[in-house]
């Protein structure tokens, strides 16, 4: 007996940089990415940044190389923080 089975697409996540929701000061910061991360959707995107502590999030889809740039200059700015 063959039994047919359904076949359900798993959505599949893509990186997305999280900016400043207020384009006007995100401007003026030079558009910085916040952090970046991986979801399948805009709106999960966004849900998993202000889960994270993001205020106002918004997602916009980045490459690999733009997610690779962001963290290389996160470590840049930690280790020129001294406390």
Same mark, same amino acid.
């Given at each position: 007996m063959n039994k047919t089975q359904t076949f359900k697409p798993? #959505?599949?996540n893509q990186l997305w940089g999280i900016y400043h929701t207020d384009r006007e000061y995100a401007r003026e910061v030079g558009d910085p990415?916040?952090?970046v991360v991986? #979801? $399948?959707t805009k709106n999960a995107a966004q849900e998993t940044a202000a889960r994270?502590?993001?205020n106002? $999030?918004?997602a916009h889809p980045i490459t690999a190389e733009q997610a690779k740039r962001q963290q290389e200059l996160s470590r840049q700015r930690t280790r020129g923080i001294r406390v």
């Amino acid at each position: 007996m063959n039994k047919t089975q359904t076949f359900k697409p798993q #959505a599949v996540n893509q990186l997305w940089g999280i900016y400043h929701t207020d384009r006007e000061y995100a401007r003026e910061v030079g558009d910085p990415i916040r952090t970046v991360v991986e #979801a $399948p959707t805009k709106n999960a995107a966004q849900e998993t940044a202000a889960r994270l502590g993001f205020n106002d $999030p918004w997602a916009h889809p980045i490459t690999a190389e733009q997610a690779k740039r962001q963290q290389e200059l996160s470590r840049q700015r930690t280790r020129g923080i001294r406390v």
